[in-house]
Protein backbone atom coordinates (compact mmCIF):
# COMPACT_ATOMS: atom_id res chain seq x y z
CA UNK A 1 0.00 0.00 0.00
CA UNK A 2 2.93 2.52 1.12
CA UNK A 3 4.30 2.14 -2.10
CA UNK A 4 1.31 3.10 -3.84
CA UNK A 5 1.54 6.50 -2.44
CA UNK A 6 4.08 9.35 -2.86
CA UNK A 7 4.63 12.29 -0.27
CA UNK A 8 3.96 15.62 -1.92
CA UNK A 9 3.50 17.96 1.64
CA UNK A 10 4.72 17.05 4.38
CA UNK A 11 3.35 17.52 7.89
CA UNK A 12 5.76 19.84 8.66
CA UNK A 13 4.90 21.70 5.58
CA UNK A 14 1.10 21.27 6.03
CA UNK A 15 1.80 23.12 9.97
CA UNK A 16 3.96 25.72 8.80
CA UNK A 17 1.08 26.71 5.93
CA UNK A 18 -1.37 26.40 8.21
CA UNK A 19 0.44 29.10 10.89
CA UNK A 20 0.44 31.46 7.62
CA UNK A 21 -2.71 31.35 7.09
CA UNK A 22 -4.21 31.53 10.26
CA UNK A 23 -2.21 34.74 11.10
CA UNK A 24 -3.62 36.35 7.62
CA UNK A 25 -7.51 35.47 8.39
CA UNK A 26 -6.54 37.06 11.76
CA UNK A 27 -4.99 40.35 10.56
CA UNK A 28 -7.64 40.40 7.41
CA UNK A 29 -10.91 39.73 9.83
CA UNK A 30 -9.21 42.15 13.07
CA UNK A 31 -12.52 43.62 15.01
CA UNK A 32 -14.58 40.92 13.61
CA UNK A 33 -16.15 37.84 14.86
CA UNK A 34 -16.80 35.28 11.74
CA UNK A 35 -18.58 32.13 11.80
CA UNK A 36 -15.87 29.63 10.42
CA UNK A 37 -18.05 26.39 9.01
CA UNK A 38 -15.69 23.26 8.74
CA UNK A 39 -17.31 20.89 5.48
CA UNK A 40 -17.39 17.59 6.60
CA UNK A 41 -15.19 14.90 6.79
CA UNK A 42 -12.45 16.23 4.24
CA UNK A 43 -11.75 19.30 6.10
CA UNK A 44 -11.86 18.40 9.66
CA UNK A 45 -8.13 18.42 10.41
CA UNK A 46 -7.36 21.19 8.62
CA UNK A 47 -10.26 23.07 10.53
CA UNK A 48 -9.01 22.29 13.98
CA UNK A 49 -5.65 23.25 12.84
CA UNK A 50 -6.81 26.48 11.58
CA UNK A 51 -9.30 27.42 13.45
CA UNK A 52 -6.86 26.85 17.15
CA UNK A 53 -4.81 29.49 15.68
CA UNK A 54 -7.11 32.13 14.95
CA UNK A 55 -6.75 34.88 17.12
CA UNK A 56 -10.17 36.23 17.53
CA UNK A 57 -13.47 35.68 18.62
CA UNK A 58 -14.73 33.06 16.23
CA UNK A 59 -17.75 30.70 16.23
CA UNK A 60 -17.36 27.14 14.75
CA UNK A 61 -20.31 25.21 12.58
CA UNK A 62 -20.16 22.23 10.50
CA UNK A 63 -21.75 21.13 7.43
CA UNK A 64 -21.90 18.29 5.33
CA UNK A 65 -22.69 17.75 1.62
CA UNK A 66 -21.92 14.83 -0.30
CA UNK A 67 -22.34 14.50 -4.59
CA UNK A 68 -23.49 11.00 -4.01
CA UNK A 69 -27.30 10.25 -5.81
CA UNK A 70 -29.07 8.19 -3.52
CA UNK A 71 -33.00 7.86 -2.58
CA UNK A 72 -33.07 11.19 -0.17
CA UNK A 73 -31.08 13.66 -2.96
CA UNK A 74 -33.41 15.44 -5.22
CA UNK A 75 -30.75 17.42 -6.76
CA UNK A 76 -27.16 16.39 -7.78
CA UNK A 77 -25.97 17.51 -4.65
CA UNK A 78 -27.21 16.45 -1.11
CA UNK A 79 -26.92 18.15 2.42
CA UNK A 80 -26.30 15.59 5.07
CA UNK A 81 -26.24 18.11 7.82
CA UNK A 82 -27.05 21.83 7.67
CA UNK A 83 -25.26 24.52 9.76
CA UNK A 84 -26.93 24.84 12.76
CA UNK A 85 -25.62 29.18 13.65
CA UNK A 86 -27.31 31.82 12.46
CA UNK A 87 -25.62 33.47 9.80
CA UNK A 88 -27.47 36.94 9.06
CA UNK A 89 -25.65 39.73 8.86
CA UNK A 90 -22.38 37.67 9.81
CA UNK A 91 -18.86 36.88 8.07
CA UNK A 92 -18.75 33.49 7.18
CA UNK A 93 -15.31 31.32 6.66
CA UNK A 94 -15.81 27.91 4.83
CA UNK A 95 -13.32 25.71 5.41
CA UNK A 96 -12.83 23.19 2.59
CA UNK A 97 -10.44 20.53 1.73
CA UNK A 98 -10.20 21.20 -1.41
CA UNK A 99 -11.76 22.84 -4.11
CA UNK A 100 -11.82 20.29 -7.20
CA UNK A 101 -14.75 20.81 -10.18
CA UNK A 102 -16.32 23.72 -7.64
CA UNK A 103 -19.68 22.37 -7.73
CA UNK A 104 -19.96 21.57 -3.87
CA UNK A 105 -19.07 24.89 -2.67
CA UNK A 106 -21.05 26.62 -5.57
CA UNK A 107 -24.28 24.39 -4.62
CA UNK A 108 -23.12 25.65 -0.44
CA UNK A 109 -22.85 29.18 -1.31
CA UNK A 110 -26.33 29.41 -2.82
CA UNK A 111 -27.14 27.89 0.34
CA UNK A 112 -25.73 30.46 2.76
CA UNK A 113 -26.74 33.39 0.85
CA UNK A 114 -30.26 32.62 1.26
CA UNK A 115 -29.34 33.25 4.64
CA UNK A 116 -27.95 36.82 4.66
CA UNK A 117 -24.45 36.40 5.53
CA UNK A 118 -22.79 39.96 5.54
CA UNK A 119 -19.86 38.09 3.65
CA UNK A 120 -18.60 34.84 2.38
CA UNK A 121 -15.03 33.80 2.05
CA UNK A 122 -13.97 30.48 1.49
CA UNK A 123 -10.25 28.93 2.63
CA UNK A 124 -9.38 25.97 0.89
CA UNK A 125 -6.50 23.57 2.47
CA UNK A 126 -5.88 22.66 -1.62
CA UNK A 127 -6.93 24.22 -4.47
CA UNK A 128 -6.65 22.09 -8.03
CA UNK A 129 -7.83 25.33 -10.05
CA UNK A 130 -7.18 23.44 -13.31
CA UNK A 131 -10.04 20.83 -13.03
CA UNK A 132 -12.38 23.79 -12.30
CA UNK A 133 -15.72 23.87 -13.59
CA UNK A 134 -17.76 26.60 -12.06
CA UNK A 135 -16.46 29.93 -11.28
CA UNK A 136 -15.43 29.63 -8.08
CA UNK A 137 -12.73 30.58 -6.19
CA UNK A 138 -10.64 30.25 -3.25
CA UNK A 139 -9.87 33.54 -0.85
CA UNK A 140 -7.11 31.26 0.72
CA UNK A 141 -5.68 28.63 -0.44
CA UNK A 142 -3.05 26.53 1.23
CA UNK A 143 -1.63 24.25 -1.42
CA UNK A 144 -1.85 24.43 -5.02
CA UNK A 145 -1.82 20.50 -6.81
CA UNK A 146 -2.87 20.76 -9.91
CA UNK A 147 -3.65 17.26 -10.28
CA UNK A 148 -3.20 13.57 -9.47
CA UNK A 149 -5.74 11.94 -6.96
CA UNK A 150 -4.61 13.21 -3.27
CA UNK A 151 -4.99 11.72 -0.05
CA UNK A 152 -4.28 12.29 4.00
CA UNK A 153 -4.60 15.07 6.32
CA UNK A 154 -8.68 14.75 6.26
CA UNK A 155 -8.60 13.76 1.87
CA UNK A 156 -9.94 10.24 1.40
CA UNK A 157 -9.79 7.52 -1.15
CA UNK A 158 -13.29 5.68 -0.19
CA UNK A 159 -13.38 6.91 2.92
CA UNK A 160 -9.73 5.76 3.80
CA UNK A 161 -6.37 7.30 4.47
CA UNK A 162 -8.12 10.46 6.01
CA UNK A 163 -5.95 9.95 8.95
CA UNK A 164 -2.46 10.44 7.52
CA UNK A 165 -0.61 13.31 8.90
CA UNK A 166 1.11 14.37 5.60
CA UNK A 167 -0.37 14.95 2.09
CA UNK A 168 0.50 11.79 -0.93
CA UNK A 169 -0.28 11.60 -4.29
CA UNK A 170 -2.04 8.14 -5.15
CA UNK A 171 0.00 6.60 -7.70
CA UNK A 172 -2.41 3.48 -8.70
CA UNK A 173 -5.81 4.12 -7.53
CA UNK A 174 -6.60 0.77 -8.69
CA UNK A 175 -4.18 -0.65 -5.84
CA UNK A 176 -5.03 1.48 -2.93
P1 LIG B 1 -15.89 19.50 -6.14
O1 LIG B 1 -17.34 19.66 -5.88
O2 LIG B 1 -15.61 18.83 -7.47
O3 LIG B 1 -15.07 20.75 -5.98
O4 LIG B 1 -15.41 18.40 -5.16
C1 LIG B 1 -14.82 18.62 -3.99
C2 LIG B 1 -14.79 17.32 -3.22
O5 LIG B 1 -14.30 16.24 -4.03
C3 LIG B 1 -13.84 17.46 -2.07
O6 LIG B 1 -14.49 17.96 -0.94
C4 LIG B 1 -13.34 16.05 -1.92
O7 LIG B 1 -14.20 15.33 -1.06
C5 LIG B 1 -13.42 15.42 -3.29
N1 LIG B 1 -12.09 15.39 -3.97
C6 LIG B 1 -11.74 16.02 -5.10
N2 LIG B 1 -10.47 15.76 -5.44
C7 LIG B 1 -9.99 14.95 -4.47
C8 LIG B 1 -8.69 14.34 -4.24
O8 LIG B 1 -7.70 14.50 -4.98
N3 LIG B 1 -8.60 13.57 -3.13
C9 LIG B 1 -9.63 13.37 -2.28
N4 LIG B 1 -10.84 13.92 -2.44
C10 LIG B 1 -11.02 14.70 -3.54
MG1 LIG C 1 -14.65 13.93 0.15
Redo the contacts with the bound molecule.
Sequence with gaps: MKDNYKVIITSQEIQKRVSQLAAQITADYADKSPVVIC?LK?AVYFFTDLTRQINLPIMIDFARLS?YRNGTCSSEMCVIADITATITNKDVIIV??????????AYFIEMLKAKNPRSIKICAFID?LERREVDIKADYVGFDVPC????GYG???AEKYRELPFVAEVIDPSKL
Design positions: MGSEDIVDSGKTLKGFVILDY
